[in-house]
């Protein structure tokens, strides 16, 4: 059974830090690009960051470029996100997913074959 485990989601304020993990189990992690989306309320969930825990290709959204930093431990079968100046547009519920990787990302929902349960991130302002 393919497991992600997400963690690290918390209340902070504009401009502060929070670094999420996944932790993944059941999967052939390097076979994947394992990465996070976000779902604000009252909009449909969209792709922040996904790694390629091979190769360690990269695709950020536009919104969090310069701003998160995903990387990937295989050694443990994790995936932190460093979220930095963080936003009150930032404020969502972050999913850890993973799609079979083929050398092209695809950083949209319906494309997902794992999903972790979602943990909740408040930027105050």
């Known amino acids: 059974e393919v497991q992600l485990q997400a963690s690290g989601g918390g209340l902070v304020q504009t401009g502060g830090s929070l670094r999420l993990s996944c932790a993944a189990s059941?999967?052939?992690?390097?076979?994947?690009?394992i990465g996070w989306f976000r779902q604000a309320p009252g909009k449909e969930r969209e792709g922040v960051s996904l790694?390629?825990?091979?190769?360690?290709?990269?695709y950020y959204a536009d919104s969090v470029k310069g701003r998160f930093t995903i990387s990937a431990d295989s050694n443990k079968n994790t995936v932190d996100l460093q979220m930095t100046t963080l936003k009150p547009e930032d404020t969502a519920v972050y999913y850890c997913?993973?799609?079979?990787?083929?050398?092209?990302?695809?950083?949209?929902?319906?494309?997902?074959?794992?999903w972790g349960k979602g943990t909740l991130v408040t930027v105050s302002s």
């Open positions: 997913a993973a799609h079979r990787y083929g050398g092209v990302f695809l950083p949209w929902s319906s494309a997902m074959d794992y």
């Open positions: 059941g999967l052939t992690f390097d076979a994947h690009a």
């Open positions: 790694i390629a825990t091979r190769t360690g290709k990269i």
